[in-house]
């Protein structure tokens, strides 16, 4: 739970902080863009599973996660500027290009065993996800 807080808080933050960067142009949109963006954000970030499966993108490097039933739904939360993939070596999942500062959810195989996966941009991050038996 104090994970998925801090979680929430440090995107509350990263995206106020991008919101108010000294070099940003004026908003062309209505001033309630940034809190819908926030508001996408945070929602993504608070339907995290309540078994706290969450893979974190920071620093460019996958954070580890304990080994998880088939089919548990895993959060995948990009805390980096940068955009990132987590794409399993044999397809079996992809996040697809996820923006920094965004999140989504994978869900893990059926069939137990060790997935590996990488950032297919930045092919140097990898990790794996271990499927219980």
């Known amino acids: 739970m104090k994970l998925r807080t801090a979680s929430i808080a440090l995107l509350t933050a990263a995206l106020v902080a991008a919101g108010c960067s000294s070099d940003a142009k004026p908003a062309a949109t209505p001033?309630?863009?940034p809190t819908e963006e926030i508001a996408t954000t945070e929602?993504?970030?608070a339907e995290a599973p309540a078994d706290g499966a969450i893979i974190q993108i920071?620093?460019?490097a996958?954070?580890?996660l304990?080994?998880?039933d088939p089919g548990t739904e895993i959060?995948?939360?990009n805390l980096d500027g940068a955009q990132h993939t987590l794409t399993a070596d044999d397809g079996s999942f992809n996040t697809g290009g996820l923006d920094g500062v965004g999140a989504t959810t994978i869900t893990a195989p059926d069939v137990p065993g060790t997935y590996t996966f990488v950032c297919?941009?930045?092919p140097s991050m990898a990790g794996s996800l271990t499927v219980n038996g």
Do not use: L, R, Y
């Open 31 to 33: 001033a309630t863009a």
């Open 58 to 60: 920071e620093g460019f």
């Open 62 to 64: 996958f954070s580890a």
């Open 66 to 68: 304990d080994p998880v």
């Open 75 to 77: 959060t995948v939360s």
């Open 120 to 122: 297919n941009i930045h």
């Open 43 to 45: 929602a993504a970030a």
